[in-house]
Protein backbone atom coordinates (compact mmCIF):
# COMPACT_ATOMS: atom_id res chain seq x y z
CA UNK A 1 0.00 0.00 0.00
CA UNK A 2 1.44 3.55 -0.90
CA UNK A 3 0.18 6.53 0.67
CA UNK A 4 -1.65 8.93 -1.34
CA UNK A 5 -0.35 10.99 -4.11
CA UNK A 6 0.91 13.96 -2.31
CA UNK A 7 1.99 16.83 -4.68
CA UNK A 8 4.70 19.03 -4.59
CA UNK A 9 1.75 22.30 -3.91
CA UNK A 10 0.56 20.61 -0.74
CA UNK A 11 4.17 21.14 1.04
CA UNK A 12 4.60 24.96 2.52
CA UNK A 13 5.64 26.76 -0.47
CA UNK A 14 9.47 27.13 0.46
CA UNK A 15 9.54 24.01 1.23
CA UNK A 16 8.01 22.67 -2.02
CA UNK A 17 10.88 25.05 -4.24
CA UNK A 18 13.53 23.35 -2.21
CA UNK A 19 12.36 19.97 -2.97
CA UNK A 20 11.79 20.92 -6.75
CA UNK A 21 15.21 22.40 -6.97
CA UNK A 22 17.31 19.54 -5.25
CA UNK A 23 15.56 17.46 -7.37
CA UNK A 24 16.03 19.17 -10.31
CA UNK A 25 20.23 19.58 -10.01
CA UNK A 26 19.86 16.03 -8.84
CA UNK A 27 18.08 14.96 -11.70
CA UNK A 28 20.36 16.87 -13.92
CA UNK A 29 23.84 15.23 -12.36
CA UNK A 30 22.14 11.51 -12.87
CA UNK A 31 21.49 12.31 -16.86
CA UNK A 32 24.87 14.09 -17.07
CA UNK A 33 26.91 10.83 -15.20
CA UNK A 34 24.59 8.68 -18.02
CA UNK A 35 25.57 11.21 -20.96
CA UNK A 36 29.22 11.04 -19.61
CA UNK A 37 29.59 7.34 -19.56
CA UNK A 38 28.67 7.18 -23.31
CA UNK A 39 31.00 9.96 -24.23
CA UNK A 40 33.08 8.68 -22.26
CA UNK A 41 33.22 5.14 -24.14
CA UNK A 42 32.68 6.52 -27.36
CA UNK A 43 36.13 8.62 -26.90
CA UNK A 44 38.06 6.14 -25.13
CA UNK A 45 37.61 3.51 -27.59
CA UNK A 46 38.18 5.93 -30.72
CA UNK A 47 41.56 7.29 -29.50
CA UNK A 48 43.88 4.82 -30.04
CA UNK A 49 46.73 6.54 -27.40
CA UNK A 50 43.93 6.11 -24.82
CA UNK A 51 42.78 2.55 -25.88
CA UNK A 52 46.09 1.53 -25.26
CA UNK A 53 46.53 2.82 -22.05
CA UNK A 54 43.21 1.73 -21.24
CA UNK A 55 43.96 -1.84 -22.10
CA UNK A 56 47.62 -1.75 -20.34
CA UNK A 57 46.23 -0.28 -17.26
CA UNK A 58 42.24 -1.12 -16.39
CA UNK A 59 41.81 -4.28 -19.08
CA UNK A 60 45.23 -5.67 -17.40
CA UNK A 61 47.10 -5.92 -20.49
CA UNK A 62 50.51 -4.56 -19.36
CA UNK A 63 53.16 -6.60 -21.24
CA UNK A 64 51.40 -7.72 -23.85
CA UNK A 65 51.47 -7.33 -27.57
CA UNK A 66 48.70 -5.44 -28.43
CA UNK A 67 47.57 -4.93 -31.80
CA UNK A 68 43.72 -5.92 -31.83
CA UNK A 69 42.74 -7.40 -35.14
CA UNK A 70 39.16 -5.84 -36.91
CA UNK A 71 37.17 -8.65 -34.78
CA UNK A 72 38.95 -8.15 -31.50
CA UNK A 73 38.39 -4.67 -31.47
CA UNK A 74 34.85 -5.09 -32.62
CA UNK A 75 33.85 -7.49 -29.63
CA UNK A 76 35.89 -5.80 -27.32
CA UNK A 77 34.17 -2.40 -28.02
CA UNK A 78 30.94 -4.13 -28.00
CA UNK A 79 31.28 -5.81 -24.47
CA UNK A 80 32.20 -2.68 -22.97
CA UNK A 81 28.56 -1.57 -23.63
CA UNK A 82 27.60 -3.78 -20.86
CA UNK A 83 28.23 -2.44 -17.77
CA UNK A 84 28.26 1.08 -19.65
CA UNK A 85 24.63 0.10 -20.49
CA UNK A 86 23.73 -1.12 -17.00
CA UNK A 87 25.04 2.17 -15.44
CA UNK A 88 23.67 4.48 -18.03
CA UNK A 89 19.99 2.55 -16.95
CA UNK A 90 20.68 2.77 -13.80
CA UNK A 91 21.62 7.15 -14.09
CA UNK A 92 17.97 6.98 -16.21
CA UNK A 93 16.24 5.25 -13.23
CA UNK A 94 17.65 7.71 -10.36
CA UNK A 95 17.03 10.70 -12.93
CA UNK A 96 13.25 9.34 -13.03
CA UNK A 97 13.14 8.90 -9.20
CA UNK A 98 14.41 12.33 -8.80
CA UNK A 99 11.48 13.68 -10.88
CA UNK A 100 9.17 11.82 -8.87
CA UNK A 101 11.06 13.42 -5.67
CA UNK A 102 10.27 17.20 -7.40
CA UNK A 103 6.69 16.39 -7.89
CA UNK A 104 6.23 15.79 -4.39
CA UNK A 105 5.83 12.25 -4.53
CA UNK A 106 8.03 11.07 -1.64
CA UNK A 107 6.48 8.68 0.42
CA UNK A 108 5.26 6.50 -1.94
CA UNK A 109 5.80 2.62 -2.86
CA UNK A 110 7.05 3.39 -6.23
CA UNK A 111 10.02 5.40 -5.05
CA UNK A 112 10.82 2.48 -2.93
CA UNK A 113 10.69 -0.39 -6.04
CA UNK A 114 13.08 2.19 -8.53
CA UNK A 115 15.36 2.26 -5.39
CA UNK A 116 15.75 -1.33 -5.62
CA UNK A 117 16.52 -1.53 -9.26
CA UNK A 118 19.20 1.42 -8.93
CA UNK A 119 20.51 -0.93 -6.54
CA UNK A 120 20.43 -4.19 -8.27
CA UNK A 121 21.58 -2.04 -11.91
CA UNK A 122 25.01 -0.85 -9.90
CA UNK A 123 25.24 -4.23 -8.22
CA UNK A 124 25.58 -5.60 -11.75
CA UNK A 125 27.20 -3.07 -13.23
CA UNK A 126 29.92 -3.95 -10.78
CA UNK A 127 30.26 -7.53 -10.87
CA UNK A 128 29.86 -7.47 -14.34
CA UNK A 129 32.98 -5.05 -15.08
CA UNK A 130 35.63 -7.87 -14.41
CA UNK A 131 33.89 -10.09 -16.38
CA UNK A 132 33.89 -7.74 -19.18
CA UNK A 133 37.62 -6.56 -18.77
CA UNK A 134 38.39 -10.52 -18.76
CA UNK A 135 36.69 -11.18 -22.54
CA UNK A 136 37.88 -8.06 -23.39
CA UNK A 137 41.60 -9.06 -22.94
CA UNK A 138 40.97 -12.58 -24.48
CA UNK A 139 39.27 -10.38 -27.40
CA UNK A 140 42.60 -7.94 -28.08
CA UNK A 141 44.32 -10.36 -27.56
CA UNK A 142 42.88 -13.37 -29.68
CA UNK A 143 44.61 -12.69 -33.45
CA UNK A 144 48.16 -12.70 -31.70
CA UNK A 145 50.37 -15.18 -32.33
CA UNK A 146 50.41 -18.37 -30.18
CA UNK A 147 51.93 -17.85 -26.58
CA UNK A 148 50.75 -13.84 -27.10
CA UNK A 149 46.95 -14.43 -26.07
CA UNK A 150 45.99 -13.38 -23.07
CA UNK A 151 43.30 -13.74 -20.16
CA UNK A 152 43.92 -10.72 -17.73
CA UNK A 153 41.56 -10.82 -14.29
CA UNK A 154 41.41 -7.57 -12.95
CA UNK A 155 39.36 -5.66 -10.12
CA UNK A 156 39.90 -2.22 -8.60
CA UNK A 157 37.97 -0.04 -6.14
CA UNK A 158 35.29 1.16 -8.63
CA UNK A 159 34.08 -2.64 -8.79
CA UNK A 160 33.57 -2.20 -5.64
CA UNK A 161 32.50 0.89 -5.10
CA UNK A 162 29.91 0.71 -7.88
CA UNK A 163 28.20 -2.83 -5.87
CA UNK A 164 28.56 -1.08 -1.95
CA UNK A 165 26.28 1.86 -3.78
CA UNK A 166 24.08 -0.55 -5.03
CA UNK A 167 23.69 -2.61 -2.17
CA UNK A 168 23.45 0.94 -0.38
CA UNK A 169 20.26 1.70 -2.48
CA UNK A 170 18.81 -1.75 -2.14
CA UNK A 171 19.18 -1.47 1.65
CA UNK A 172 17.66 2.32 1.49
CA UNK A 173 14.63 0.66 -1.00
CA UNK A 174 13.52 -1.91 1.86
CA UNK A 175 13.94 0.67 4.37
CA UNK A 176 11.49 3.07 2.63
CA UNK A 177 8.97 0.01 1.42
CA UNK A 178 8.95 -0.66 5.53
CA UNK A 179 8.80 2.56 6.21
CA UNK A 180 6.18 3.56 3.86
CA UNK A 181 3.90 -0.09 4.92
CA UNK A 182 4.16 1.65 8.83
CA UNK A 183 2.98 4.93 8.12
CA UNK A 184 0.23 3.75 6.09
CA UNK A 185 -0.42 1.00 9.13
CA UNK A 186 0.02 4.21 11.67
CA UNK A 187 -2.71 6.09 9.53
CA UNK A 188 -5.41 3.07 9.36
CA UNK A 189 -5.08 3.38 12.98
CA UNK A 190 -6.49 6.99 13.19
Known sequence: MAMPFQSAATFPPDAAMRLRKVSLWARGFSYAAGALMVFGLIWLWTDADALFQHARSTIGLRDALIAPSPRGYWA?????????????????????????????????????????????????CGAATPV????????????????????????????????????ALIAFGHVLREAIRLSDENQSFV
Open 76 to 124: AFGLAWIPALLFVLAMLRLGTLFRAFGEGRVLVDENAASLLRVGWLLVA
Open 132 to 167: VRALQSIAMTIDNPPGQKHLAITLDPGVFAAMAAGA
